[in-house]
């Protein structure tokens, strides 16, 4: 099956792997399916973030904010920004069929539940009811 | 009611180039390999079943000395182990592997290599895990394994070894297969097959390769923690380094509850198959059946404590797990009274498969029944550890998945090898099966209540299990009588039965549109699937006017697909007349397969302290896995085109 | 025939007997599903590291400091944050070259007009660079290790020691095999280019290396930053 062209084919993959505009100045081929696909630009911008959130979750992991009740919360909020960040972005998650959300999302959430509810059975997690 | 017209057996399966043991080790066959799937697991079936009767010649009476202490442990582990990962799992594959691509319309799976690599890891793991007891060296610690007794402080010999190795090796090729389905049953259904309008055995398998994908991990990492306590001096299970003696439980039940789900839902759906065609009704409540399947797959992640109510984890996990317990029961009964509705009003016709099929409606709803009464923390206090478990496991993995597994067979069969399986013994089968499996298992509700615990060698007698025990050694041997009729049967109607028609049971799936059996392409033309019941349409279409169908209004990619309108196909052409390009067989996957083996093989002589051996076993074994993994990737699946 | 039959045999689009149900690339929905085994794989090492956390009977420890009878001598805590952060970093920065190395190569038949276009373009220049950072970040891995293991932490030590080790070792062997397969795609980049056709080859590569990367993201803040 020869299918060495010379020039992408958008419909190719009609909902995945549409063209990225490559160095920032080559149009995108005029295709209906072609979903925005990040641009050089996107991804120095992603880059960026994910090393500043690097940076203050180390930063502040040498302040007293450690000793705050929102250490912990705040260092999984930036950290599930930046594996987000990453799934979206750089997995392009966001641009993609719906399928594979699906696919990542259903085991994501499946583990993350094991995950808690052995930090529960284990007592390193717990729910004071009253006081 | 069968078709009149005789079929002459596809005259392609008897020419040169795809007969002999050669055509067998390279096949890339979804069909051979699930025929191949199916030899192996019914041989380990049989293994399983005659350790099993080991076990019963032992208990039939007390202090009775036929076998030591020590063998016994190694029976029920290896009993245990062989049954639920080298039968049950590996009979759902065959299936998996000779209906899914034709029930949903397709040519191969989306892997074929991958699939002929799933069944190599599966045999030579099952032979790495079973040749052992011929030594007295089998696994010997119960097929869960509980460490801390597993670990190397209290089990010194190679018996754990070849456990945790061996099912390494296995978990292996489930993984590898269910990547293949997922993407399959995704992404090959023929043009027109919506997920609403799947075959049910499609679905549940669908649920099931999931469950597979979220379950194995776990047990694969518990399974690394106890290797490398063994193996590299680790502390995963080390209680005096402070390590938990329940790290290892809840690893293990977080894959072990799905695991009954996988066992049991493969079984479901084959009868759904089987009712519905033998009730000439479409099977009631389609939708509930396929959502209560989902839910199963998804409730059953959120139970698997329950198997831990006696190890003192307070009250509110006890509480949470006994109310997820109770909840994953209803849509399971949900199930039952789909089936039977399917059948009410419908004309039953009572062919062997059928029998097998109510019979799992019955049985699994008297293990669904003791199920329950688990769920309850305190009544499992009394429970746990007794043969009243013993006979819930026996009743929905017996009763359940082994005949829904048996109806499978019988139905199928024609489908598969192209001859009829004789109905007469299909019967004398299936009552003397029924008898004997309820003989055997039924007594063990009270001998379990009155006390008796699981997993000792003998007893003593006046405790009021004695007559118990008797009776369920009766029945285990009347079970060997009765699964050697089926032996008997399979082997003797593959060579002489009856030419089966294409569609002998007037079914209404897609795979009954072609000869039987089918050509090695499958489908001459995919086809453009309309409904849930496309042979019924055809035939019957007064049976399926109230299921939605299209009319026309196919979609611009589905036109692309080059299908024609579901019909029947009896012509025997072979693919290169059709110009149909077919994969390459390729003994590649093989030798990939049995390089993980002897890397795994090599880890054993660490434990003898023999570092070379070892060393050289994994070099080699890892440099055949590479080397022949490398020459795979590179080479094409099929000839140009 | 294209040059390499074996990358490119499932394609949605004219040929009837490759229609695909969704349009898309098998191959990608099984990188999917394997990917979703894997948040498994990890969340149970992930789990036990936590559940042992605190638990170990002796040092070395991760946070804290060790005194005899604890351990032979006085230890400092062990992680070395600053020394992660790095590469932390290298492994963040090589998912970037990742990502250029896919445009690249699906790129690669488009006009390059300037410099910056050439070196954006260049599949060759984006997949040695995740290479080397991969393999940067496997050398500050060893670094680790070994720094450890002189300090006194082995995986036989404690439950930190094997939980961590096993942790990290596993993301290392994925990280590992990520440069491997990246090192082969290269090779063929060389042999005979990479062009748009081989694009799924390179995406699926990406996803896997993209994944690798997002597990030490959980890595780091869990058993690092968190005391």
């Known amino acids: 099956m020869a299918h060495n062209e010379s020039a992408p084919k958008a419909g190719h993959d009609a909902h995945g792997a549409a063209v990225a505009s490559g160095g920032g100045h080559a149009p995108a081929k005029d295709d209906p399916h072609a979903h925005a696909h990040p641009t050089w630009k996107q991804y120095k911008w992603v880059a960026l973030i994910l090393t500043l959130i690097t940076v203050v979750e180390v930063w502040i992991y040498y302040t007293p904010f450690t000793q705050s009740k929102l250490f912990v919360p705040t260092l999984l909020i930036m950290s599930a920004v930046k594996f987000a960040i990453v799934v979206l972005f750089y997995m392009h998650l966001k641009y993609d069929a719906r399928l594979f959300r699906a696919l990542f999302t259903g085991p994501l959430i499946i583990a993350v539940v094991t995950l808690i509810s052995l930090m529960f059975l284990f007592g390193h997690l717990a729910i004071r009811a009253g006081s | ?641 | 025939m294209s040059a390499s039959p074996a990358l490119d045999h499932v394609h949605a689009g004219a040929h009837g007997h490759h229609y695909t149900t969704t349009g898309l690339d098998s191959r990608k929905i099984a990188i999917w599903a394997f990917i979703g085994s894997e948040c498994m794989l990890f969340a149970s090492l992930i789990s036990t590291y936590l559940i042992y956390k605190g638990r170990s009977v002796v040092g070395p420890f991760p946070h804290e400091s060790c005194a005899p009878p604890a351990c032979a001598t006085a230890l400092k805590p062990i992680l070395n944050i600053p020394v992660t952060s790095a590469s932390t970093f290298v492994l963040l920065m090589s998912s970037l070259a990742m990502v250029l190395a896919l445009a690249a190569v699906e790129n690669r038949n488009l006009p390059k007009l300037t410099t910056g276009d050439r070196i954006l373009g260049s599949s060759k220049l984006w997949l040695w660079m995740t290479c080397i950072l991969g393999a940067t970040f496997l050398a500050f891995q060893s670094f680790e290790f070994t720094s450890f293991v002189h300090e006194g932490l082995s995986i036989r030590t404690n439950l930190f020691g094997s939980s961590f080790f096993t942790l990290t070792g596993f993301h290392g062997a994925h990280v590992t095999a990520g440069v491997i397969w990246l090192g082969t795609l290269l090779a063929i980049d060389y042999k005979r280019g990479l062009g748009p056709a081989d694009a799924i080859n390179v995406d699926i590569a990406a996803l896997y290396w993209h994944f690798v990367d997002v597990v030490w993201i959980a890595i780091f803040t869990l058993i690092y930053l968190i005391k």
């Open chain 2, 1 to 641: 009611m069968a078709t009149v017209a005789a079929s002459p057996t596809y005259a392609g399966a008897q020419s040169g180039e795809h007969t002999g043991l050669w055509s067998w080790l390279t096949t890339v066959d979804h069909k051979r390999i699930g025929v191949l799937y199916l030899y192996t697991s019914l041989f380990f079936f049989l293994f399983g079943g005659l350790e099993a009767v080991v076990i019963r010649a032992q208990l039939a009476r007390p202090n009775s000395t036929l076998v030591s202490a020590e063998m016994y442990n190694q029976l029920f582990t290896m009993h245990g182990t062989t049954m639920v990962f080298l039968a049950i799992m590996p009979l759902s594959a065959a299936f998996f592997n000779f209906l899914i691509p034709l029930q949903i319309g397709a040519r191969d799976v989306a892997f074929p290599r991958l699939n002929a690599f799933s069944y190599w890891v599966y045999l030579f793991g099952g032979l790495f895990i079973t040749l052992p007891i011929f030594f007295a060296v089998a696994p010997d610690g119960g097929w869960f394994g509980y460490a801390p007794l597993t670990t190397r402080q209290f089990s010194q010999g190679l018996n754990i070894d070849f456990w945790v190795l061996g099912l390494q090796i296995l978990g292996i090729s489930s993984l590898a297969a269910a990547f293949n389905f997922i993407t399959t049953i995704i992404n090959l259904r023929a043009p027109g097959m919506n997920l609403m309008r799947m075959p049910m055995f499609t679905w549940m398998s669908f649920v099931v390769q999931f469950l597979i994908v979220l379950a194995f991990p776990v047990i694969t990492i518990a399974l690394v923690f106890l290797q490398f306590d063994r193996f590299f001096g680790t502390n995963f299970y080390n209680i005096g380094a402070g390590g938990d003696p329940l790290l290892w439980q809840h690893l293990f039940w977080i894959f072990g509850h799905p695991e009954v789900y996988i066992l049991i839902l493969p079984a479901f759906g084959l009868v759904s198959e089987v009712l519905p065609t033998n009730s000439k009704k479409p099977l009631f409540g389609y939708p509930v059946m396929v959502y209560s399947g989902i839910l199963i797959g998804f409730l059953g992640f959120g139970v698997w404590a329950h198997h831990m109510f006696s190890v003192g984890m307070g009250p509110i996990a006890d509480t949470v797990f006994g109310l997820t317990t109770l909840l994953i029961a209803i849509p399971t009964g949900v199930k039952i009274f789909n089936w039977i509705f399917t059948m009410w009003g419908g004309s039953i016709r009572f062919t062997a498969a059928m029998k097998f099929a109510i019979g799992l409606v019955a049985l699994f709803t008297i293990g669904g029944i003791s199920g329950v009464s688990h769920a309850s923390p305190p009544a499992d206090l009394q429970q746990t550890d007794t043969y009243y478990i013993v006979a819930h496991f026996h009743y929905v993995l017996f009763g359940g998945s082994i005949m829904g597994i048996f109806a499978g067979i019988y139905h199928y069969f024609p489908k598969m090898f192209g001859r009829m399986m004789n109905e007469r013994l299909g019967t004398w089968h299936f009552w003397l099966n029924f008898i004997a499996m309820n003989l055997t298992f039924f007594p063990m509700h009270f001998s379990g209540l009155l006390g008796m615990p699981r997993r000792i060698y003998t007893y003593d007698s006046g405790q009021g299990w004695d007559t118990f025990n008797m009776l369920s050694s009766i029945g285990a041997f009347m079970l060997v009588l009765s699964t050697s009729i089926f032996v008997w049967n399979f082997f003797r109607s593959k060579s002489n039965g009856p030419i089966a028609p294409d569609n002998p049971w007037d079914a209404a799936t897609l795979e009954w549109s072609i000869p039987s059996p089918p050509p090695e392409y499958n489908f001459a033309e995919i086809p453009l699937v309309e409904s849930r019941y496309p042979l019924w349409d055809l035939t019957h279409p007064e049976r399926t006017s109230e299921i939605p169908h299209t009319q026309g209004g196919w979609t611009e990619h589905e036109k692309e697909a080059d299908a024609k309108p579901v019909h029947i196909e009896t012509e025997r052409r072979t693919a290169k007349e059709l110009g149909i390009p077919m994969p390459l067989p390729t003994i590649k996957p093989l030798f990939v397969a049995a390089g993980i083996i002897v890397m795994f093989s090599g880890l054993l002589f660490i434990h003898r302290d023999n570092k070379t051996m070892a060393f050289t076993l994994i070099g080699v074994g890892a440099s055949m896995l590479v080397g022949f993994l490398y020459a795979w990737l590179l080479s094409p699946l099929e000839e140009a085109h």
